[in-house]
């Protein structure tokens, strides 16, 4: 069973950044699609932001030019970044690597 590890979520104010990780086995990063998705209470879970194996980065228009998604291969770890959050971006946020799901961490944004 792979086990994809996620961390740096957390609570910060409106205009705050934080900067989420998530590692695991080398065999799924190398050459994979990865991805970070979120879920809102009470909505379905979207796709937020993902690089292709073909290395093109896609990302949805709500967050385009304040998150940013990059992957280290060498850590076999794939991040998040997210700058000037609203709390629209409150979720739970999950990353997606070669066909298996993180756990999820929890991203508030309030006063």
């Known amino acids: 069973q792979v086990h994809l590890v996620e961390s740096g979520g957390g609570w910060v104010q409106p205009g705050g950044s934080l900067r989420l990780s998530c590692s695991g086995p080398?065999?799924?990063?190398?050459?994979?699609?990865v991805a970070w998705y979120r879920q809102a209470p009470g909505k379905q879970r979207e796709l937020v932001t993902q690089i292709a194996d073909s290395g093109t980065i896609t990302y949805r228009d709500s967050v385009k030019d304040r998150f940013f998604i990059s992957k280290d291969n060498a850590k076999n770890t794939v991040y998040l970044q997210m700058n000037n959050l609203v709390p629209e971006d409150t979720a739970v946020y999950y990353c997606w690597v070669g066909g298996f799901w993180g756990q999820g961490i929890q991203v508030t944004v309030s006063p």
């Open positions: 080398k065999m799924i990063f190398r050459s994979s699609t």
